[in-house]
């Protein structure tokens, strides 16, 4: 059977759906799916475009990009020998890349820009994220990407994944396929890894640190009272006492103010002071260093945040701590100096702080942006 260059698109999809079945053992698109991947590309000016499998999408993106491109392996199934003799095919618009899509799009150097891409190779774990990962930087603003066989756990990761990504939309599934446009979103650098930016790691699983959630509404004193105690009995750290006795608790504070208490430190260990505003989650060294404690009394000047921070609750924590935390933060200030840059630090474990006191207050709100 030998089909006219000047057919009908409609017509040449027909011929198509009859032969399916015929080109790959392994399966191929139902009708239903076919006519809407037909309809998709319908409407799209393609002049570069790629697929990973063979078959009656071959066919297909052959009467409709100028330059397609098939990532493959035959294996016995047929999808490329039977595509590569059918009369269906415009042969001079496709190019086979045929062996293990793990193999071949790793080498492959891509120098257009796709309109379309068709994920259909292997669906073992990782694979299909593997193809993706190729494909993905190479899709202009607009492409259409078509991820097939969703109903696999493996495809469907990558589909869960993309429905979220701002780098697509999704645009709808036809039974266990799945049609994207690319957006005009920055595109993901592949050689990086800002995971914190993609949508789909935007919440953590709770299964795993749901424990840590709730931590988060408590004192950090609640928080490290027993593990304190517990950790540093069995380190046999030598014992410290450490007190905030100004300002009270839930006291009302100015933009500045000083911090005042009592400390009982043994040699060779560093008094700290270090504050945040509650809902932060990192702590900033107060003064100019570690806190001189005379006859058992210190005192340090304390900042609480900026002008935006008026009304807001204060968290203030005296630490004493060994020469290994005292050398990273007496390292910090030197860097604040250096920089004019103030990145908050975290707290050392419970179990090498020596002794620790908390106290909450509250910066009066009139001191905050006007």
């Not at 198509?16 to 009708?31: C, D, K, M, N, Y």
């Not at 046999?236 to 911090?259: D, K, N, Y």
Request: net charge neutral; hydrophobic share 40%; glycine share 8%.
């Amino acid at each position: 059977m030998q089909i006219a260059v000047d057919a009908s698109f409609d017509r040449i999809c027909r011929h198509i759906v009859e032969v399916a079945p015929s080109l790959h053992s392994a399966g191929t698109f139902s009708a239903r799916t076919f006519e809407a991947i037909a309809n998709s590309v319908d409407k799209l000016q393609i002049h570069n475009s790629v697929e990973t499998g063979s078959g009656a999408s071959t066919l297909l993106f052959s009467h409709r990009s100028e330059h397609h491109t098939v990532f493959a392996l035959d294996d016995g199934s047929g999808s490329v020998s039977n595509v590569r003799r059918s009369p269906l095919l415009r042969q001079n618009a496709v190019t086979f890349v045929e062996g293990p899509t793990q193999v071949t799009l790793p080498r492959h150097s891509f120098t257009e820009k796709l309109q379309l891409a068709l994920i259909d190779g292997p669906h073992g774990y990782p694979f299909p994220d593997l193809e993706y990962y190729y494909l993905y930087p190479q899709l202009d603003t607009g492409a259409l990407l078509i991820i097939d066989d969703i109903h696999i756990p493996t495809v469907h990761n990558l589909f869960q994944f993309l429905r979220r990504d701002a780098m697509f939309q999704l645009k709808g599934v036809v039974e266990t396929t799945a049609f994207f446009m690319r957006t005009s979103a920055p595109t993901f650098d592949p050689f990086g890894d800002g995971w914190v930016r993609q949508q789909y790691n935007a919440r953590p699983l709770l299964r795993y640190t749901w424990r840590g959630e709730i931590k988060k509404f408590l004192p950090a004193s609640m928080r490290r009272g027993g593990a304190h105690m517990k950790r540093r009995v069995s380190r046999g750290f030598s014992e410290a006492t450490v007190a905030i006795l100004a300002p009270q608790s839930g006291a009302t504070v100015t933009s500045v103010g000083r911090l005042e208490g009592s400390a009982d430190i043994p040699a060779d260990s560093f008094l700290w002071v270090l504050a945040r505003r509650k809902d932060f989650d990192g702590w900033w060294p107060q003064g100019t260093g570690a806190v001189a404690v005379d006859r058992n009394r210190w005192s340090v000047a304390v900042t609480y945040g900026g002008p935006q921070d008026g009304g807001y609750d204060f968290e203030l924590a005296a630490l004493v701590v060994r020469q290994s935390t005292h050398e990273l933060w007496t390292d910090w200030v030197a860097q604040v100096r250096e920089t004019g840059l103030f990145p908050p630090v975290q707290l050392p474990p419970a179990g090498f702080v020596l002794g620790e006191a908390f106290r909450t207050v509250t910066r009066d709100p009139a001191t905050g942006a006007t």
